[in-house]
């Protein structure tokens, strides 16, 4: 057990903003990548919903496509496979980084990562609501042994 501490703890990514030539065509190449649900917009922005989180997008002359190499934000997905199939059919590109990286038209990098092989956990209640199951909620043993590191298994 750790002693007791006064700062508020992280407990996980609310919502990310990313920069776009284009609202529109933003929302509709996430929409036509990944089961995204629109939020709601404002003047030269959109909101996708993922779940309990979201992702804003912002309308921006600085949003031209130009590459960031380092900067970017980690997604969970319950299925690499589906984005590999799917990335083919939008203007995407797959990084080469040795995990599984893309770009959208507008330069910002995504990190995926399979939900199964994360430390990362939702209620069973949550995974039911986003129609998450079988296999995809099923953590990996690299997963569950992270978790019990920190005495944070499932029981």
């Known amino acids: 057990m750790t002693e007791p501490d006064d700062r ?3 407990l996980g990514i609310n919502h990310v903003a990313l920069e776009v030539g284009d609202v529109d ?5 996430w929409r036509s990548l990944f089961a995204v649900e629109l939020r709601g917009t404002a003047p030269g922005m959109a909101f996708l919903d993922m779940g309990d989180q979201f992702v804003a997008l912002s309308e921006t002359a600085d949003g031209d496509g ?5 900067r970017h934000f ?4 319950d ?13 995407g590109e797959r990084l080469d980084t040795g995990g599984f990286d893309v770009r959208d038209p507008w330069g910002n990098r995504i990190q995926l990562v399979e939900y199964r092989s994360i430390q990362f956990t939702k209620a069973p209640h949550v995974l039911d609501g986003m129609g998450v199951d079988g296999e995809a909620r099923a953590k990996t043993a690299e997963a569950l042994a ?9 029981d």
């Open 74 to 77: 980690g997604l969970v997905v």
């Open 25 to 29: 065509a933003a929302v509709e190449w």
């Open 66 to 70: 130009t590459a960031d190499h380092h």
């Open 79 to 91: 299925d690499l496979d589906a984005v590999e199939d799917r990335l083919s059919e939008v203007d």
């Open 146 to 154: 992270e978790l019990a590191e920190k005495d944070m298994a499932p």
């Open 8 to 10: 508020a703890r992280a």
